[in-house]
Nanobody, 128 residues
Framework: QVKLVESGGGLVQAGGSLRLSCAAS????????MGWFRQAPGKEREFVAA??????ATAYADPVKGRFTISRDNVQVYLQMNSLRPDDTAVYYC???????????????????????WGQGTQVTVSS
């Protein structure tokens, strides 16, 4: 079992930066592909970024490419968000996928339904 806890959200002006963190419990965390998703009011949850368990592969949604960077170490996953815009306002969630083979070092998961564990989310609000 893995417990995920997000932090780092807050209120920031357009053009500013935030760094989200996702702390994970559980010894197997380092072998799970991880992802960040977000959900704005009245909208569906959408993919933001993903990283393989090895950290060697990443994927980004088009709206955040060049502005957001996902990274990880053995206990946390991070989302560095730069040049924030009002339409980045949302609750951000991290997620872990436990269905991965050790040899799938480059596997990234971009589909929410493939993730097994989710955090409670952290609010990011970008003012104009």
């Amino acid at each position: 079992q893995v417990k995920l806890v997000e932090s780092g959200g807050g209120l920031v002006q357009a053009g500013g930066s935030l760094r989200l963190s996702c702390a994970a419990s559980g010894r197997a965390f380092s072998r799970y592909p991880m992802g960040w998703f977000r959900q704005a009011p009245g909208k569906e949850r959408e993919f933001v970024a993903a990283i393989s368990w090895s950290g060697e592969a990443t994927a980004y949604a088009d709206p955040v490419k060049g502005r957001f960077t996902i990274s990880r170490d053995n206990v946390q996953v991070y989302l560095q968000m730069n040049s924030l815009r009002p339409d980045d306002t949302a609750v951000y969630y991290c997620a872990a996928d436990r269905h991965v083979q050790i040899f799938e070092a480059g596997k990234v998961v971009t589909v929410a339904d493939e993730y097994d564990y989710w955090g409670q989310g952290t609010q990011v609000t970008v003012s104009s």
